[in-house]
């Protein structure tokens, strides 16, 4: 994402144009887009002509418009973006008051306006505008016959390809079916992976499964690569690397999240005092100046209800004035799905505090 130009004032109202230049760009502004703000942005509109003879036609032309927003709609497979809503300035081609789609698109600028500039939004531009948080790990995470080929970026944890090939069991005295269909299948991750990762950005490759399916894969990859003298494979080998991992399931690929979270469910066990979850208790902790790890969903912060967000808001902000660390968990990486249901945040404690069972939960706000 490249930020061309912020104008926030004192009172933290303001608007920001961003160009989002690649796809996960389009999951960071649906993060950024709430319900009640002002986006303008270039869009196709279908408009009726009438010739001076009387007949009329239609054309399609490019415009730009700018909505009060009242709907984001997110595809997270395609990485697509249309935001409704209502025109706000009148142009030759559009009256104020019609509603329109916006599908936000690559490399096109667009400016968002807010009545309110939060820390949370404003750090979601500082990490989409990083140039250093790029998708440049790549994984396969394999075991006989099923591998997922995926990009980890620090937002998501996007599926390129799912290889499936069924291995047949090894005979008494005959391996022949189960080395063949194993050939099938290393063949078709190999391809996978010179048709969906680009060695150009990806700069590490982890090749994940349990026992020694990765060992015997990569074998085959390079002894493969030199048979058939595939130079983009021998010329990136150094970029290879071989982990353990406890099934070929998407969600065996461990991040820093899941390590997080894993801690939390360790500690919820052995120490459950220091171990709080739902927005009631965590908040009793962050008074208490005992929060060590906040573990927050992404997916609390589009709530559309203005107070409800600045609850959430003003969480994090506590945690951190107070010297500690925040983890906001993204809910299109598998871990977010886990933090979802314990309400979408929790937080492992410095030290124990006094039992907070009476606090009361906010149901209504633990949904989007």
Same mark, same amino acid.
């Given at each position: 994402? %490249?930020?061309?130009?912020?104008?926030?004032? #004192?009172?933290?109202?303001?608007?920001?144009?961003?160009?989002?230049?690649?796809?996960?760009?389009?999951?960071?502004?649906?993060?950024?887009?709430?319900?009640?703000?002002?986006?303008?942005?270039?869009?196709? $509109?279908?408009?009726?002509?009438?010739?001076?003879?009387?007949?009329?036609?239609?054309?399609?032309?490019?415009?730009?418009?700018?909505?009060?927003?009242?709907?984001?709609?997110?595809?997270?497979?395609?990485?697509?973006?249309?935001?409704? &809503?209502?025109?706000?300035?009148?142009?030759?081609?559009?009256?104020? &008051?019609?509603?329109?789609?916006?599908?936000?698109?690559?490399?096109?600028?667009?400016?968002?306006? *807010?009545?309110?500039?939060?820390?949370?939004?404003?750090?979601?531009?500082?990490?989409?505008?990083?140039?250093?948080? #790029?998708?440049?790990?790549?994984?396969?995470?394999?075991?006989?016959?099923?591998?997922?080929?995926?990009?980890?970026?620090?937002?998501?944890?996007?599926? $390129?390809? *799912?290889? @499936?090939?069924?291995?047949?069991?090894?005979?008494?005295?005959?391996?022949?079916?189960?080395?063949?269909?194993?050939? +099938?299948?290393?063949?078709?991750?190999?391809?996978?992976?010179? +048709?969906?990762?680009?060695?150009?950005?990806?700069?590490?490759?982890?090749?994940?499964?349990?026992?020694?399916?990765?060992?015997?894969?990569?074998?085959?990859?390079? %002894?493969?690569?030199?048979?058939?003298?595939?130079?983009?494979?021998?010329?990136? $080998?150094?970029?290879?690397?071989?982990?353990?991992?406890?099934?070929?399931? %998407?969600?065996?690929? *461990?991040?820093?999240?899941?390590?997080?979270?894993?801690?939390?469910?360790?500690?919820?066990?052995?120490?459950?005092?220091?171990?709080?979850?739902?927005?009631?208790?965590?908040?009793?902790?962050?008074?208490?100046?005992?929060?060590?790890?906040?573990?927050?969903?992404?997916?609390?912060?589009?709530?559309?209800?203005?107070?409800?967000?600045?609850?959430?808001?003003?969480?994090?902000?506590?945690?951190?004035?107070?010297? &500690?660390?925040?983890?906001?968990?993204?809910?299109?990486?598998?871990?977010?799905?886990?933090?979802?249901?314990?309400?979408?945040?929790?937080?492992?404690? +410095?030290?124990?505090?006094?039992?907070?069972?009476?606090?009361? @939960?906010?149901?209504?706000?633990?949904?989007?």
């Amino acid at each position: 994402m %490249k930020l061309v130009h912020k104008d926030i004032e #004192k009172d933290n109202a303001g608007q920001v144009t961003l160009i989002p230049e690649e796809a996960e760009d389009m999951w960071h502004t649906y993060n950024l887009l709430q319900v009640g703000d002002s986006l303008r942005a270039s869009t196709i $509109r279908k408009v009726q002509t009438e010739s001076s003879t009387g007949s009329v036609g239609s054309s399609r032309v490019r415009t730009t418009l700018t909505l009060c927003v009242e709907t984001i709609d997110f595809d997270s497979q395609a990485c697509q973006l249309r935001v409704k &809503g209502t025109n706000i300035q009148e142009n030759q081609y559009v009256k104020m &008051g019609a509603y329109h789609t916006i599908e936000l698109e690559l490399n096109r600028k667009f400016t968002l306006a *807010k009545k309110v500039w939060d820390s949370v939004v404003l750090d979601r531009i500082e990490q989409a505008c990083d140039p250093a948080q #790029k998708a440049d790990v790549a994984a396969v995470v394999m075991q006989e016959g099923l591998a997922n080929l995926v990009l980890v970026t620090p937002a998501m944890t996007l599926l $390129r390809a *799912k290889v @499936e090939v069924t291995i047949p069991r090894k005979r008494k005295g005959s391996c022949t079916q189960h080395d063949k269909a194993l050939e +099938r299948f290393y063949e078709a991750v190999m391809q996978g992976i010179l +048709r969906h990762f680009s060695f150009d950005v990806v700069k590490c490759i982890l090749v994940a499964s349990p026992g020694f399916v990765k060992d015997q894969f990569i074998s085959y990859l390079f %002894k493969e690569a030199v048979r058939q003298d595939c130079k983009i494979l021998l010329e990136n $080998r150094s970029k290879f690397m071989v982990v353990h991992s406890s099934s070929g399931h %998407k969600y065996s690929l *461990k991040a820093g999240e899941v390590k997080a979270l894993e801690d939390f469910y360790k500690m919820l066990q052995q120490e459950p005092d220091r171990a709080f979850y739902g927005l009631a208790h965590v908040e009793r902790a962050s008074e208490a100046l005992a929060v060590d790890i906040l573990l927050i969903s992404d997916k609390l912060f589009r709530h559309q209800d203005i107070a409800t967000r600045s609850r959430y808001v003003r969480l994090v902000d506590n945690v951190k004035e107070n010297g &500690g660390n925040v983890r906001i968990f993204s809910s299109l990486h598998v871990s977010g799905d886990q933090l979802n249901q314990l309400s979408g945040v929790a937080a492992i404690l +410095r030290f124990p505090i006094a039992d907070v069972s009476e606090a009361e @939960e906010d149901s209504s706000s633990d949904e989007d």
